[in-house]
């Protein structure tokens, strides 16, 4: 089956820029994307990226995909406490609506 | 949010009893999905749904099973609880197109089988 990596834990200071890392195994891939999940909430869709892009800039958020090498990642411009959260990266394969796998998730945390 | 709720929001329950768990969407969309959250397992597809009384598997559905008989509700039922059901579930909704799917999640119900 397809698996989507992530590293589980990542510590910045606030006002420093984040990068969260994913990498995937389904070349089919169409769309990946970025969701962040608040304590005690589910997940909210943060941004997604077409699979013949390279990069999708949305504000504070910057997402690079290298399909070469089947590696996302999610960049955080000025860190706030408020982007502390766990981050999902998932992808949709060729399958559809029942295809998204997520990844493991990435727990930002945000220090002042 | 995109009107998806989850009932209830935390059990507690004992091995061996079914429990029910329900979603429900005002949306009006076609496609529900029920995941479960793991540490170290990101979220895993249980079983979804695109349409009334159409449902599949997931990638883990063995001891869940659930129903659709309205588009608004989607129930997960474990008939027979065990200790590796405890976990946190989720229900999604799903719209967009074919090939791109856009999931709102409901807030979770967080299920501990003693």
């Known amino acids: 089956g397809e698996d989507v990596e992530q590293s589980l834990f990542l510590s910045v200071r606030e006002g420093d820029s984040s990068v969260i890392n994913c990498t995937y195994t389904d070349s089919s891939s169409t769309y990946l994307y970025w969701y962040k999940q608040e304590p005690g909430a589910g997940l909210q869709l943060l941004t997604y990226i077409f699979s013949n892009m390279d990069m999708k800039q949305d504000q504070r958020l910057t997402v690079l995909l290298n399909k070469k090498d089947k590696h996302l990642s999610l960049r955080i411009a000025d860190t706030q406490t408020g982007d502390s959260a766990i981050y999902f990266c998932?992808?949709?394969?060729?399958?559809?609506?029942?295809?998204?796998?997520f990844g493991t998730g990435t727990k930002l945390q945000v220090i002042p | 949010d995109a009107g998806i709720t989850q009932s209830p929001r935390h059990k507690v329950t004992e091995t061996g009893t079914p429990v029910t768990l329900r979603c429900h969407q005002t949306?009006?969309?076609?496609?529900m999905y029920w995941y479960r959250q793991d540490p170290g397992h990101g979220l895993r597809l249980i079983h979804y749904?695109?349409?009334?009384?159409?449902?599949d598997k997931g990638e883990v559905s063995d001891g869940y099973s659930v129903s659709r008989s309205k588009t608004e509700d989607f129930l997960l039922t474990l008939e027979s609880a065990t200790s590796s059901q405890t976990s946190v579930y989720f229900c999604?909704?799903?719209?967009?197109?074919?090939?791109?799917?856009?999931?709102?999640f409901g807030p979770g119900t967080r299920l501990t089988v003693l």
């Open positions: 749904s695109y349409g009334v009384k159409d449902t």
């Open positions: 998932a992808e949709i394969g060729d399958g559809g609506y029942q295809k998204v796998t």
């Open positions: 949306e009006n969309h076609r496609y």
């Open positions: 999604a909704i799903a719209s967009g197109g074919l090939t791109r799917v856009e999931q709102f």
